[in-house]
């Protein structure tokens, strides 16, 4: 028998992008009876749950209050709502290929794997701008985070439910990175986490000043990451490169690109320098805000 499975969608201001990718989780080719939705609200402020509700499906709608700005939380009042044997975590922004639910759930039962985090295939603007390549290039490489970090993003994420009844849910608060961290965590524990090629989501990849925001939020969390899992290596290099060479951008080209973007080469590699610096920025700001906490935390000992 095919086991029951709870998709958690967290939203916040999504009413651009929830319709579409509603759509395409109600179309897939999964026994709907075995299959529940749940939207988890972050107090958004637009018309994202007029969308939702308008839609007249099946959806359950749960909200997070305590901690505005966190998709950790957001999830984890989601997963609490859930009932199904495996948990599938998607961001709103995504579009599922209408076989993305067949495949995640067969990854998990054809292999001895307890999470499998699925392909995500970035989509552009007419306009396609060097901040677009750049996001489509450089974040949520799924197959290389899982194969060589063992840890993963949640924009397309499949769980067993024993992996939280074991680990506990994210860690509440937290803006960003705290998925690696949840994922790696589960590895050490034993979790086998494996990368599924064929559970495929489209995902827009981001502008110029959305990016920017992203990539300063990714690096404000990563002294965070990295003192969790002691990766002293990777603050090193963080630390002291100031770019990200040609032969990178190159690479992620022939990886994850289009022939087309060799063209643009100079181009994405100057616009990388700029991302360097404001995430070099990011990690300074993240070290200090360690550091003070530290220092705060000893004081209160000593007194």
């Keep these: 028998m095919k086991p029951s499975v709870s998709i958690i969608i967290p939203t916040y201001n999504a009413e651009k992008h929830i319709k579409k990718c509603l759509r395409s989780v109600l179309s897939q ?9 749940i939207i988890a609200d972050n107090c958004s402020t637009d018309n994202t749950l007029s969308v939702i509700k308008n839609m007249q499906a099946n959806i359950k ?31 709103s922004d995504c579009i599922p290929a209408n076989d ?13 794997a307890d999470l499998a985090g699925g392909k995500v295939i970035f989509s552009f603007n007419n ?32 769980i067993r439910r024993k992996v939280f009844d074991t680990i506990g849910l ?26 599924c ?35 002293i290596k990777s603050m090193l290099i963080a630390l002291i490169k100031i770019a990200i060479p040609p032969a990178t951008i190159r690479k992620s080209i022939k990886e994850y690109g289009q022939p087309y ?20 920025g ?9 550091g003070f906490q530290m220092v705060k935390s000893a004081f209160r000992i000593s007194r």
């Design 29 to 37: 080719d999964y026994a709907f009876d075995l299959v529940e939705i």
């Design 61 to 91: 709608v749960v909200k997070e209050f305590n901690y505005p700005g966190s998709p950790y939380s957001t999830r984890n009042r989601g997963i609490e709502q859930s009932s199904g044997e495996i948990i599938f975590l998607l961001d």
């Design 100 to 112: 993305w639910l067949t495949h995640g759930v067969n990854a998990l039962l054809n292999t001895p």
């Design 127 to 158: 306009e396609l701008s060097i901040a677009e390549m750049y996001d489509s290039l450089m974040n949520i490489k799924m197959k290389e985070s899982i194969e060589k970090y063992r840890c993963a993003k949640t924009a397309n994420l499949f």
């Design 170 to 195: 994210f860690p509440e608060g937290f803006r960003s990175g705290f998925d690696v961290i949840w994922t790696r965590r589960a590895t050490d524990r034993g979790f086998k986490l494996i990368y």
């Design 197 to 231: 090629d064929d559970a495929i989501v489209h995902k827009p990849a981001r502008g110029f000043t959305s990016l920017l925001k992203k990539q300063w939020r990714v690096a404000r969390a990563q002294p965070v990451i990295w003192t969790e899992t002691k990766d």
């Design 261 to 280: 973007m060799q063209d643009y080469i100079m181009r994405l590699f100057f616009f990388s320098i700029m991302v360097r610096i404001i995430m070099i």
């Design 282 to 290: 990011g990690n300074i700001y993240g070290l200090a805000t360690i």
